[in-house]
């Protein structure tokens, strides 16, 4: 309660709630509601998505038809799951190029877990170990030897895509538990108003590989569960705060008593998991495994493309899961696109590289607007 002095000299009290001279905030108007939403960190790569998305819907009338939206799916899904977990690391200062090697190394470990007899949920669990020690030796070299990130990842890229050639013999192998079974069906159908029964035969694969990829819209679905649950561990948890003050500056983490070395190795682990089980994913939904080292290489560098181009800063120190997905999404949009729109193969990637580097543009000049006016959270 605030007082004023009389001219008697006795304090008189103001109502505390009268705020009558107190000016009323002004409603932001819509342009003013565009700005805050451009400036989020989300905002830009999310308006150049769509953009995109219209431009192809106009350009290609086959592009929003049902069936081939569908098809889009494995193009922008799986990424986003890498994505969320070169997040993780790129808030820490940290980054992970081994994730493609990782990507094909878990799946030819299921498979040789199967081999030597165990189940499917056994042979999951065990070679999701396999891609979590992977980002422990990750972790361990950057943070107790020293060595820098980006060589410790690009060695145990490698290394472990060697590993997976010395496995497989450099062989093909049917993804086990994928396997497609045929069964026979009772149709009822009506003809010239009489019901006829009528078998078909359907193909079908089991319930462990529907819900670990090979379902229509299961690495949609594993997507979004993972992109929101990362997104709440960067913004609600201690664990995401820690991060963030690891990759802002890691010696006034470490003199705040964040202990930086089990941050970082704890983030590597989650990003290898991540790339281990799209590994299995994507197997599961192809039905088998093929060793292609280049292949990894590619889906490494689209993994960090989409977290990059989604708002996620190399220095580390901010980042967002959301953004990785949009920029996951956007990529999946270009690259479909293009291809529905009958662009030669020789020029794909050059459109591609042109379009990330104008939404990298976008998104520098966002940053710098964002943190002019004082929204840089």
């Not at 899904?77 to 990507?103: H, N, Q, R, T």
């Not at 078909?200 to 819209?217: C, D, L, P, R, W």
């Not at 704890?266 to 080292?293: H, K, Q, W, Y």
């Not at 689209?302 to 999404?329: D, K, P, Q, Y």
């Amino acid at each position: 309660m605030s007082s004023t002095r009389t001219p008697g000299g006795a304090p008189s009290s103001a109502p505390a709630g009268d705020t009558a001279s107190e000016p009323r905030a002004a409603r932001p108007g819509a342009k003013e509601m565009a700005l805050r939403f451009l400036t989020l960190r989300e905002g830009s790569i999310i308006v150049v998505t769509i953009l995109a998305a219209i431009y192809f819907t106009v350009k290609v009338p086959a592009f929003p038809k049902p069936g081939n939206l569908d098809t889009l799916l494995p193009y922008f899904a799986p990424f986003a799951i890498l994505a969320v977990g070169e997040v993780m690391l790129m808030v820490a200062g940290e980054i992970d190029l081994s994730i493609g090697s990782v990507y094909l190394f878990t799946p030819y470990m299921f498979y040789e877990f199967n081999q030597a007899g165990l189940g499917l949920v056994l042979c999951l669990i065990l070679s999701l170990l396999c891609a979590g020690v992977v980002g422990v030796l990750n972790g361990v070299f950057t943070e107790y030897f020293g060595v820098s990130s980006f060589i410790t990842t690009l060695g145990m890229l490698l290394a472990v895509g060697g590993l997976t050639l010395i496995i497989s013999h450099a062989q093909p192998v049917a993804m086990p538990g994928a396997e497609v079974t045929s069964h026979t069906v009772n149709v009822t159908k009506v003809v010239n108003g009489q019901s006829i029964t009528l078998q078909e035969h359907v193909n079908s694969v089991g319930t462990f590989a529907n819900i670990f990829g090979a379902g229509k819209y299961s690495e949609l679905i594993w997507a979004l569960i993972i992109v929101a649950a990362v997104q709440v561990l960067l913004s609600l948890t201690r664990w995401g705060m820690y991060t963030v003050s690891v990759g802002g500056n890691k010696l006034a983490a470490a003199e705040a008593g964040i202990n930086v070395r089990f941050v970082v190795i704890r983030n590597f682990i989650l990003c290898s998991s991540l790339a281990g089980l799209v590994g299995i994913f994507e197997a599961m939904r192809s039905t088998s495994v093929t060793p292609d080292t280049a292949g990894a290489s590619e889906t490494m560098f689209r993994a960090v493309s989409a977290a990059v181009i989604g708002g996620t800063l190399l220095a580390g120190g901010e980042g967002t899961a959301v953004g990785a997905l949009f920029g996951a999404l956007f990529l999946g949009i270009l690259r479909y696109g293009l291809t529905l729109e009958g662009v030669n193969a020789d020029y794909l990637d050059f459109i591609l590289g042109v379009a990330i580097l104008v939404a990298m543009v976008i998104n520098v000049y966002v940053g710098r607007v964002r943190k002019g006016s004082g929204r840089a959270g």
